[in-house]
C-alpha cells in the first residue's frame, strides 16, 4: 500500500471542503453565514517538533464565509523567545503570514469544531525565512450571537522548495497553538 503523503492529504482535505459544505444547512443565530466576515485576536505559542523549544506571541485572523461553513481568510503571527544557555543569551522576534481555508462544523447552536489547512511563510530572527504549509484543527464557542472564543492546533511543516515538501512534513514541522476570541460581522 503506497504511503500517503502530506501533500495528497491537505489537497484531498481543500478539495472535499465544498462537497460537504453544501450538504450542511443551518439556521441557528449563533456564528456567521455566507457573505459574513469574522476577526479573531489571540495569543499563540509555537514548538518544535519534539516539543524542546517554544516561544509565545500574538495572532489575528481576518476571515470571509464563502458559505456557511467555509472560511478563507488570512492570518498575521508575531512571536517572541528570549533563549538562556550555558554561552548563549539572546532574544529572537519572528513572524508568520498565511493564508487559510477552514471548514467548519456545526453540531450544536454555539459549537464549531473545524478542520483546514494554511500555506504561507515565515521569517525574522533565529529562524530560516522559508514556506510552510499546514494542517489545523480547533473549534469556536460562541457566548454571544457574534463573539466567540477560540482554541486552534496548527502542524506547519517548511520548506524552501516544492521539492522539500513532503521530506519536511517529517523531518522539519512545527506546532503552533492558538487561545483567543473573535467576532462575526
Known amino acids: 500500500m503506497k504511503a500517503l503523503t502530506a501533500t495528497t492529504f491537505l ?3 481543500v478539495s472535499a471542503a465544498p462537497i460537504v459544505a ?3 444547512d443551518h439556521s441557528w443565530p ?10 479573531s485576536i489571540s495569543g499563540t505559542g509555537i514548538s518544535d517538533k519534539n516539543l524542546d523549544s517554544s516561544s509565545f506571541g500574538a495572532s489575528a485572523d481576518i476571515g470571509w464565509y464563502l458559505r456557511d461553513p467555509l472560511i478563507v481568510g488570512a492570518r498575521q503571527s508575531v512571536n517572541y523567545a528570549s533563549i538562556e544557555g ?3 543569551k539572546d532574544d ?5 503570514t498565511r493564508g487559510y481555508l477552514n471548514y467548519q462544523f456545526a453540531p450544536s447552536e454555539r459549537m464549531r469544531p473545524f478542520l483546514g489547512g494554511s500555506l504561507g511563510v515565515i521569517y525574522g530572527d533565529g529562524v530560516k525565512d522559508s ?3 499546514g494542517l489545523e484543527l480547533g473549534g ?3 457566548v454571544r450571537e457574534k463573539t466567540y472564543l477560540l ?3 496548527e502542524y506547519q511543516w517548511l520548506f524552501s522548495s516544492s521539492s522539500d515538501v513532503d521530506d519536511a512534513f517529517r523531518d522539519d514541522g512545527a506546532w503552533a497553538y492558538t487561545l483567543g476570541m473573535g467576532y462575526n460581522f
Open 30 to 39: 449563533y456564528g456567521g453565514t455566507a457573505g459574513d466576515r469574522e476577526f
Open 22 to 24: 453544501s450538504a450542511q
Open 86 to 88: 550555558e554561552s548563549i
Open 11 to 13: 489537497v484531498g482535505i
Open 131 to 133: 514556506g510552510f504549509a
Open 140 to 142: 469556536k464557542y460562541y
Open 151 to 153: 482554541g486552534r492546533v
Open 92 to 96: 529572537f522576534w519572528n513572524g508568520t
